[in-house]
């Protein structure tokens, strides 16, 4: 038993079954029976088997399968009523519906699921050939839905030709089977003498009619060798197909779309390993690794983006060892790093310069940092110095941070009209911030910062100020941080002939004059290194 192999066609796409289907006869081919009508009927058999490919298994209603019968040639049967039907799907019935000649096979139940594990076999025998020589259409119709949607009918047709009694066209065979890149094969076969023939491969047709062999020389590609038999009426002749492989030791290949889900590697010359893109076509490759002792994949020229949208993303470390340089239209030249929350933008070593006539803006928080934070005092007001004093050795910032507390034990207990105080004195210059002492429960923290300038050798105090809560338990908490310039040393404490200098001079210039406060005040909060809590 042989796959048929004449033609099949199906609905359009949206009407195509959604089950697959494939036919095959007992004997292959059918015989047609003899035109004597006195002489007995052949007897054939058709076995059609149906499977889900998806993994959604298909409801079906019905499955039909039109049997032409009559005396001309489209037809296959003489009489569908001598034709013995089997499906092999329990719980299925089957009956004739004679008037549409078909054979109409449905489930008990209103419909059935047939998965992709769900198999069937339908198998129509003893069918009275027809006498006349010819292809009969076989239509097989489902009514099918996946999930709720409507039942709806879809057909598909098989083509099943019956042959003169003295026909045959068997054991094509392809000799050698494995050949190299432009080897040859000599393709042999059986067949009768009342038929034409040909044998088709690439794009080649070859009348073979009166011959029984053919070499074929400069085969260098996998090539499968199909020989046609035709027969028949010209009006509605029959057609049986037989095909022969042979497989070419690194063959050439000429393809239309191409999909690796595996490794494609190039092994050729030195000459030929590369890779040739026709310069009217584009080149579409998702991933490029390097492999071997050369693990990169090298530019020799300029890789260019040059249509709006298309993007470079770098997951890992990208190195310059030349210029970089950006140039784009107006609104395209700047250079935006967004790495998120955790991310910055590392210079690690050389200089970030402007140009004369150029700014730099920051419009948050901008921190210049040696050797990681340079913390000089932190912790709890009740717990902290009252007022020290520092000499810079460096040019710098001295940064002030309060934050206040928040006080719970009775919940509408605040003091509002309390506060701790910082100060910063340098050059002459005293400037404050404050805090309430305690912030109600729920509400967020009310936090202060400043930062002074200090240059290199001068000194700056700084001094906390706390006017107890009568009743109450508030305690502030305070930072003090040094951020130098220009890589710059450390503020060191100052020593007390060092205070005494500095007032000295202070004195000479005229600088002791009263000292005016400056009040600065900064909403967001600046987290300390040690988060307090309610003491």
């Known amino acids: 038993m042989t796959v048929v192999s004449p033609t099949r066609s199906t609905e359009t796409a949206a009407n195509e079954p959604l089950l697959a289907y494939t036919v095959s006869t007992s004997p292959d081919p059918l015989k047609a029976s003899p035109e004597n009508p006195q002489a007995p009927e052949e007897k054939g058999e058709l076995q059609i088997v149906g499977s889900r490919h998806s993994g959604t298994p298909a409801d079906v209603q019905w499955i039909r399968v039109k049997v032409p019968a009559g005396p001309m040639s489209p037809d296959l049967a003489t009489d569908l009523a001598k034709i013995t039907p089997r499906i092999s799907l329990s719980g299925w019935s089957v009956r004739l519906d004679s008037a549409a000649k078909e054979f109409v096979f449905s489930p008990s139940a209103g419909h059935a699921p047939i998965g992709a594990d769900t198999g069937f076999t339908i198998q129509l025998s003893e069918i009275p050939v027809n006498r006349k020589v010819g292809t009969s259409p076989i239509t097989i119709t489902e009514s099918s839905r996946t999930g709720s949607s409507a039942f709806q009918p879809r057909s598909t047709t098989f083509n099943v030709g019956k042959f003169p009694a003295d026909f045959y066209l068997r054991n094509l065979i392809c000799t050698p089977l494995v050949i190299d890149n432009g080897g040859e094969v000599t393709l042999t076969w059986e067949r009768s003498a009342n038929a034409t023939y040909e044998l088709l491969y690439g794009d080649t047709n070859l009348d073979v009619t009166k011959d029984t ?72 490759v998702r991933t490029i690794e390097g492999s071997g002792a050369y693990g990169s994949l090298a530019i020799g020229g300029r890789l260019t983006l040059s249509t709006e949208g298309r993007e470079v993303n770098v997951a890992s470390k990208f190195t310059v060892a030349g210029t970089t340089q950006l140039n784009g239209a107006t609104t395209t030249k700047n250079l935006t790093v967004d790495p998120g929350a955790d991310g910055y933008l590392w210079l690690k070593t050389g200089r970030l310069d402007t140009a004369p006539g150029t700014n730099l803006n920051a419009y948050g928080t901008v921190g210049i940092i040696k050797n990681g934070v340079q913390a000089l005092h932190s912790g709890y007001i009740s717990s902290g110095f009252r007022e020290t004093t520092y000499r810079a050795n460096g040019d710098g910032f001295l940064t002030l941070v309060l934050q206040c507390l928040v006080y719970s034990p009775y919940n509408g207990w605040q003091a509002l009209n309390s506060y701790f105080t910082a100060y910063a004195t340098t050059a002459g210059v005293t400037r404050g911030i404050s805090v309430p002492q305690v912030q109600v429960q ?74 005016v406060p400056e009040t600065f005040t900064l909403d967001a909060p600046v987290a300390p290194e040690t988060e307090p809590s309610a003491r």
């Open 213 to 284: 062999s053919k070499k074929i020389t400069n085969v260098k590609s996998d090539t499968t060798f199909y020989l046609r038999g035709t027969t028949g009426d010209a009006s509605n002749p029959v057609v049986r197909i037989l095909a022969a492989q042979v497989s070419v030791k690194k063959p050439d290949l000429e393809i239309g779309n191409l999909i690796v889900h595996g490794t494609t590697r190039l092994n050729g010359a030195a000459t030929t390993r590369d890779l040739t893109v026709n310069t009217a076509n584009t080149l579409h």
């Open 442 to 515: 729920g509400s967020r923290p009310a936090s202060s910062q400043m930062s002074v300038p200090v240059a290199k050798g001068g000194t700056v105090k700084v001094s906390l100020d706390s006017a107890p809560i009568s009743g109450g338990g508030g305690n502030g908490y305070f930072s003090v941080y040094w951020t130098p310039l220009g890589g710059g040393p450390n503020l060191t404490q100052a020593t007390a002939a060092e205070i005494a200098e500095q007032e000295e001079q202070d004195e000479k210039n005229g600088s002791d004059r009263a000292e």
